[in-house]
């Protein structure tokens, strides 16, 4: 358990360009600009201890979560008589709580970030597979699999219902659910078997990839 020393009331002087207000109290607004490292040696022991406490939030157990916050809680209530110390601890909670919702925005920003390149990189990919297809099938057309120095590109056949016209299929190739859609697994063995069916058809299809 992180241990916490009060701060002795006389503040800790920083330089002119680091300094902001003094807190009033355990009530914070966190608009402080700068960066824990503007932070005097003493704050910074403090914060970093705050930090150690915060820590054991990361928990999916209740108990041990209302554990950490009531020894957070009791760490400033440890200097309810003594105005400097708390404003000094509450400062400090402040300055854990600002880097954790910075780091928390950071981490989202790269989230979308990384989704978003994996996105586009993936479109990119597929539009170059199917481009090379389109040119290596069109050499030769018969081709099932095409061999490189570091890779294939292998072919399996596939065959798929293709409904033309729903409303013209009868009943019996119709699956039944709260709403009426084509039963396309009948309709496909029942076409592969040789039936004639008003409103469907059995398309080939050829699905490649890459190894």
């Given at each position: 358990?992180a ?6 009331a006389a ?17 914070c607004s966190?608009?402080?600009?700068g960066?824990l ?18 820590e ?43 880097h ?10 790269q ?11 993936a ?12 040119v ?17 590109l292998?072919?399996?056949?596939s065959?798929?219902v293709?409904i ?13 659910t ?30 490649w990839?890459?190894?």
């Amino acid at each position: 358990m992180a241990v916490l020393t009060a701060i002795p009331a006389a503040p800790v002087e920083a330089p002119a360009q680091a300094a902001a207000p003094s807190a009033s109290g355990p009530s914070c607004s966190i608009q402080r600009s700068g960066s824990l490292w503007q932070l005097g040696i003493e704050a910074q022991e403090l914060t970093t201890a705050i930090g150690q406490l915060a820590e054991q939030l990361d928990t999916d157990d209740p108990e041990q979560r209302a554990s950490a916050l009531a020894e957070l809680e009791a760490v400033l209530l440890a200097e309810e008589g003594n105005k400097a110390a708390l404003s000094a601890k509450a400062d400090a909670t402040c300055w854990v709580i600002e880097h954790l919702r910075g780091q928390a925005a950071y981490r989202q920003q790269q989230a979308k970030r990384l989704s978003d390149l994996a996105r586009s990189d993936a479109g990119r990919a597929d539009a170059l597979e199917e481009s090379l297809i389109f040119v290596l099938t069109q050499l030769q057309p018969s081709a099932t699999r095409f061999s490189f120095p570091n890779h294939e590109l292998t072919s399996r056949k596939s065959s798929a219902v293709v409904i033309d016209d729903e409303e013209a299929l009868d009943s019996e190739w119709l699956a039944v659910t709260t709403t009426t859609k084509p039963d396309k697994a009948a309709i496909k063995e029942a076409l592969k078997a040789g039936r004639q069916i008003t409103g469907a058809q059995l398309l080939s299809r050829r699905s490649w990839r890459i190894h």
